[in-house]
Structures are given as structure tokens and as C-alpha cells.
Nanobody, 115 residues
Framework: QVRVVESGGGLVQPGGSLRLSCVASGSIFSSYQMGWYRQAFGKRRELVAT???????NYADSVKDRFIISRDNGKNTVYLQMNSLKPEDTADYYCYAFSAGTEYWGQGTRVTVSA
């Protein structure tokens, strides 16, 4: 069982930045595929960014060139640096860990982009 805990959400003005953090338990964190989804009210869940155990990264087109995903295996942590935020980035953001064929999810952290 892997426990996933997100933090770092909040209210930010358009054009601002925010960094989300996600800590996943387990001694083999470096082997996990990690990523972030988001879900805005009334919309479908969207995969935002993925970082694989070998360091490969994928981004949704909607966040490419604005968001940066990274990981610190020594701290069992993955980060999502969000820059140039737009009102349409407002959503609940969920971190996941994928290991041994199973996905583990956090409770989510809310990001609100508003003036």
C-alpha cells in the first residue's frame, strides 16, 4: 500500500505561480511512475503531467511551457511548478503513484486562479 499526500494548493491571481508537492510512501519511490491529474467543476478529469522512473516526462498540451513536473527521489516527493496561471487552471489537483500495476491516489488539493 502506498500513501499519497498532496499539498500546496491555494488562491492565486492570474499570471501568478504556485508549486504543488506530493509525498508518496514506500522504499521504492524511485521506481514509481508519478503524475498529476486535475478536475475542474463539471468537467472531465485531465491528465496534467507524468514523470516516469527514468525521468521521462509528458505534459498535457494545455499546460506545456507553463508547468514543470519534477521529482526528488531522496525525499519521496514529486513537484508540480505551475507558472503563468490562468483562470482555466482552476481545479482540484490529484497526485498519483503507479507501482506494480496499481494506482494510488491522494485526496487532492484545490487550486483557484482568480483576481
Amino acid at each position: 500500500q502506498v500513501r499519497v499526500v498532496e499539498s500546496g494548493g491555494g488562491l492565486v491571481q492570474p499570471g501568478g505561480s504556485l508549486r504543488l508537492s506530493c509525498v508518496a510512501s514506500g522504499s521504492i519511490f524511485s521506481s514509481y511512475q508519478m503524475g498529476w491529474y486535475r478536475q475542474a467543476f463539471g468537467k472531465r478529469r485531465e491528465l496534467v503531467a507524468t514523470i516516469f522512473s527514468d525521468g521521462a516526462i509528458n505534459y498535457a498540451d494545455s499546460v506545456k511551457d507553463r508547468f514543470i513536473i519534477s521529482r526528488d527521489n531522496g525525499k519521496n516527493t514529486v513537484y508540480l511548478q505551475m507558472n503563468s496561471l490562468k483562470p482555466e487552471d482552476t481545479a482540484d489537483y490529484y497526485c498519483y503513484a503507479f507501482s506494480a500495476g496499481t494506482e494510488y491516489w491522494g485526496q487532492g488539493t484545490r487550486v483557484t486562479v482568480s483576481a
